[in-house]
């Protein structure tokens, strides 16, 4: 279609005018003048021409089989805009171009891949033709004259405005496309886009492309869908792939399939952590928990139920469990694992107050001292191995059924067995009875010292006598119980004692492995000044070593150094012993559980752990002693409650405070003794105080500084005593304060409504007449009608004649008004009464 001057096809062939000519006239095509115009048939005879000479080029004898893809063009079109703004709408039509040039060649070739190398060779050819042909310096950019879809996609490339600026528009072919040479690529017929556009199109640019082409005569709107280049369309197929590939994408995501989780949720959890559960935000869920009406931040604790809630609400799965699961899980690989031999017996010395523990426990370790052990026993670790003939005892080195049975409160039973000391001269006495009631419970044997046999009034048979009564039975007179008649004092029998416990543990069989993880129960525990944190464990199962990470209860270390009941530093220490720990972060209680952990991260996230759990517990409690007093106050209606925080310097004195001050309740007052201990009053009991409005008692103890800084600040109300009568006594008058006043009612008079009136401003007014007692003008008054109270309220006038009166006796008539009442009715009685307010007391 496309005629250019012959001038012109040279120039965009790179070549000049007498080569084009010359070779023009060689292929055939009669043409002597570069003003003379060339057609696509021209163009093809050209080109066959040169492809002739360069051999091989039969299969290009025919144009490229076009028609076959032309039938695409018509179906589409595609909207542009370009960054400067503008926007057209083309019709894909190029892509029927592409095809079509494929085709002869490449046919097991994918379309798309096959086209720019067809181009790329057709102008090859023509370049060679060119380079043949003409001078030797054919300049670069001619390498591509006759592939308009390169052109055209290099131009689009280069598409850079001052590009296009710069490309003058009257390089554009001039002739008229009908007359054009054949072009190898371009059906001359049937394809409307300026495909056999000339190479000087490369550096024109798009506009000029344009203007040439509206020169052809197409029209603009022609021009301009025929100007898409190769290299666009390319992009925007690209494109519109990505964007129907985003959209796929952006189907799937947005609709997820509904996720359905399996939330474990402890007693309590921090928002923070059932976020990660939930793996979402925790502003999101927050978000959500206001939603609910919860109002929280991140690092608040939630209950189990409002977390089920939330989760439930969330579209997920509750799974309650306990963070106590939770760890025995990730403690569960820290077995000691082996073959279990036999361990030394822990022995706990229980019995009446006098009775001889100490001087029992005294006297074995004075004994040991004496048998000659490296360096004696020289500090008290809580408990302490002795070797007897009938093998190790390990003494628990607290006498006395309260630290057992605190142990056993805790979970950690750690006694085998029991000695239960009684005086021979005493007899069973009350805490011989609990000694053997916590025994029995515990299921731990016994045996019995009879304790200060040296004495002339000692009645061991007596003693033998009682117990029988209580199961007890001794081994000679039929029953299982072994008794030993020792004296303490002067070491009478006691090697016959140790061996007695030693053979009846014997059948205890107990056994331990001795190898792998240590796991056993802190005794004891104390922060010391020089060494730090320190812990006596006496180790259970498996084996403690010098190195190994512990966890104690909350807190956990590599252990620094494990020290014996003799102050030696020891490598290890296996089951039943009891060893000193230093190296824990803190100090933990006597009957937590230690447990050597192999992964020190392991050991941090547990203690963290139950850090966490200690403080949220703490905090449960103390808002749950708040919700149950208002429970309870709104079901016993109205009581009002006074917490106290008691501190004092003995157990004896807490106990005696608690029990008289926690009599003064009655069925309106309460004294609620909401924590008890023995010691001097620190910055926690301070803090626990504030947290539950208490008052604080100390008897014969004080406050530590902080605390008493944290006192001051906070203005709590602390009182110091050392009678205990008197601590009684504030505390009933405080509460005295807190008692309602007793209000007592006195009718002072009666009046008759005789005459009604309606006064404007003021309502009815009653003309009444006092029957009895007097009627004041501030009083109370009900009105009744029948006797039948039908209103309670206020004078709010009273007159005599016009003039207001502040008393009216009886048998004077008067003006009485009602505030806020003007339903009176002739008959109707006014009573009127005054009330008052007296103090109580509690007696
Ligand atoms: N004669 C005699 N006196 C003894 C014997 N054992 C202990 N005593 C005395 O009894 C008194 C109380 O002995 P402790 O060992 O303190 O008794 P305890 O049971 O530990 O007492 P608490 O620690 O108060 O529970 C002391 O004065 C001892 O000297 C004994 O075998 N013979």
Redo the contacts with the bound molecule.
């Keep these: 279609m496309g005629k250019v001057k012959v001038s012109t096809f040279a120039r965009e062939m790179g070549t000049s005018d007498e080569k084009l000519l010359e070779q023009l006239r060689a292929a055939g095509v009669d043409k002597h003048s570069a003003d003379q115009f060339v057609n696509d048939e021209d163009k093809r005879q050209l080109l066959a021409y040169l492809r002739k000479s360069h051999g091989g080029a039969e299969e290009e004898e025919e144009p490229a089989p076009s028609k076959i893809t032309l039938k695409r063009r018509s179906s589409r079109q595609v909207k542009q805009s370009f960054s400067h703004g503008r926007s057209r709408t083309v019709e894909v039509e190029v892509r029927k171009k592409r095809t079509f040039v494929k085709r002869r060649r490449e046919e097991e070739l994918g379309e798309e891949e096959r086209e720019p190398e067809t181009v790329e060779a057709e102008a090859a050819e023509l370049e060679m033709e060119g380079a043949g042909a003409g001078p030797a310096g054919v300049p670069e950019e001619q390498e591509a004259p006759a592939a308009p879809e390169e052109a055209e996609a290099e131009a689009a490339a280069e598409e850079a405005p001052t590009e296009e600026e710069a490309a003058p528009a009257e390089q554009g072919p001039a002739a008229p496309a009908e007359e054009a040479p054949a072009q190898p690529a371009e059906p001359a017929a049937e394809q409307p886009a300026p495909q056999e556009a000339p190479a000087p199109e490369k550096a024109k640019g798009k506009k000029g492309r344009k203007e040439a082409y509206e020169e052809e005569g197409h029209p603009k709107e022609e021009a301009e869908e025929g100007l898409e280049s190769k290299k666009q369309r390319k992009k925007r197929e690209k494109r519109a792939k990505r964007d129907s590939r985003k959209r796929e994408d952006r189907r799937g995501f947005e609709r997820p399939e509904p996720q359905v989780r399996e939330v474990a949720v402890p007693g309590t959890i921090s928002v923070d952590e059932l976020s990660n559960r939930l793996a979402m935000k925790s502003a999101e869920l927050i978000k959500q928990l206001f939603k609910m009406g919860v109002m929280v931040t991140k690092n608040d604790t939630l209950d189990s139920d409002t977390a089920t809630l939330v989760v439930e609400e969330l579209g997920h799965k509750v799974k309650h469990v306990s963070e106590e699961a939770l760890e025995e899980e990730a403690l569960a690989t820290e077995k000691p694992q082996g073959e279990a031999r036999g361990r030394p017996p822990v022995v706990t ?1 229980m ?13 074995i370790r004075r004994a040991k001292v004496a048998a000659g052990e490296a360096g004696g026993i020289t500090q008290h670790i809580g408990a302490y191995h002795v070797d007897t003939d009938s093998g190790t005892l390990v003494f628990l080195d607290t ?2 059924h309260e630290a057992f049975t605190a142990m056993r409160a805790r979970g950690a039973q750690v006694t085998d067995l029991v000695i239960l ?1 009684v ?1 021979a ?1 005493d007899g069973i006495k009350p ?1 011989t009875m609990e000694a053997i009631d916590h025994a029995k419970a515990a299921g731990v044997p016994i045996v019995v010292a009879v ?5 002339p009034e000692a009645e061991p048979e007596k003693v033998k006598q009682e117990l029988s009564q209580h199961d007890l039975i001794p081994e000679d007179w039929g029953g299982e119980t072994v008794y030993v008649n ?5 070491g ?1 029998n006691i090697d016959n004692l140790l061996e007695m416990v030693g053979l009846q543990s014997e059948m205890l069989e107990l056994q331990a492995v001795a190898e792998g993880p240590a796991q056993g129960i802190v005794i004891e525990s104390k922060l010391d000044r020089g060494r730090g944190p320190v812990a006596t464990i006496l180790v259970r199962e498996g084996l403690l070593q010098q190195g190994d990470v512990l966890l104690a209860g909350p807190e956990y270390g590599r252990v620094r150094a494990l020290v014996n009941e003799y102050g030696e530093n020891v490598e290890s220490a296996g089951p039943s012993m009891p060893v000193e720990v230093l190296g824990l972060s803190g100090v933990p209680e006597a009957g937590d559980d230690a447990q050597v952990v192999t992964e020190e991260r392991k050991a941090r996230e547990i203690s963290e752990m139950r850090h966490q759990r200690a403080k949220e517990q703490q905090i449960a409690a103390n808002k749950r002693a708040k919700l149950e007093g208002m429970f309870e106050q709104m079901q016993q209606g109205e009581v009002a409650e006074l917490p106290i925080l008691l501190k004092a310097d003995v157990q004896g004195s807490v106990e005696a405070l608690r029990e008289s001050l926690e009599k003064l309740s009655n069925d309106e007052v309460r004294v609620k003794v909401i924590h008890a201990q023995v010691g001097g009053i620190n910055e926690s009991d301070v803090n626990l105080a504030l947290a539950s409005d208490a008052i604080i008692i100390g008897f014969n103890v004080r406050a530590e500084a902080s605390a008493r800084r944290l006192i001051e600040q906070n203005g709590i109300d602390v009182r110091y005593f050392s009678v205990i009568y008197e601590a009684v006594d504030q505390v009933k008058a405080a509460l005295e304060g807190l008692l309602e006043p007793e209000v007592t009612e006195e009718v002072t008079g009666r009046a008759e409504v005789r005459d009604l009136f309606r006064v404007p401003k003021m309502g009815t007014v009653a003309g009444c007449q006092v029957v009895e007692g007097h009627v004041t003008r501030n009083a109370k008054v009900r009105v009744l009608r029948d006797n039948v109270v039908i209103y309670n309220g206020q004078l709010d006038s009273l007159k005599r004649f016009k003039d207001d009166v502040k008393e009216v006796r009886e048998g004077y008539e008067c003006g009485m008004g009602i505030k806020d009442f003007n339903d009176l009715k002739l008959g109707d009685v006014l009573e009127c009464y005054e009330s008052r307010e007296t103090a109580r007391t509690l007696d």
Aim: glycine share 10%.
């Design positions: 010395v019995g009446h107050v006098d009775h001889g523990k100490t001087s029992l426990l005294d006297y006498p006395g000391v005086a001269d805490q304790n200060k046999c040296d004495l020792v004296s303490a004092k002067n009478d």
